[in-house]
Nanobody
């Protein structure tokens, strides 16, 4: 059973860089055909896809966030990292990491971590 656990600061000041880590257990992030995604949900809004990193290590981002988002990985720790620069209060959301199995959809989710952007 794959498990994902997000971690990071719950409060970030405007203009700073948000940095979150997702620790994956029960399966390697380098297994073929899986994409490891970051998704967020702002208060009162729907889910917003931020981007993913493939098993090969290449990353892709939402056009809305591509200038500010960066997803990387540490294969030795089986971890993913999301960095989002120049945050504003509009980046306040619950952030999730997921495993995306293509046609099977996002089959495993972390529990989510609340991030609030405020001075």
């Amino acid at each position: 059973q794959v498990q994902l656990q997000e971690s990071g600061p719950g409060l970030v000041k405007p203009s700073q860089t948000l940095s979150l880590t997702c620790t994956v257990s029960g399966g390697s992030i380098t297994i073929s055909d899986y994409y490891w995604s970051w998704i967020r949900q702002a208060p009162g809004k729907g889910l917003e896809w931020i981007g993913f990193i493939r098993w090969t290590g290449s990353a892709y981002y939402s056009p809305n966030l591509t200038s500010r988002a960066s997803i990387s990985r540490d294969t030795s720790k089986n971890q993913l990292t999301l960095q989002l620069s120049s945050v504003t209060p509009e980046d306040t959301a619950v952030y999730y990491c997921t495993r995306w199995a293509g046609a099977k959809g996002h089959d495993f989710w972390g529990q989510g971590t609340q991030v609030t952007v405020s001075s």
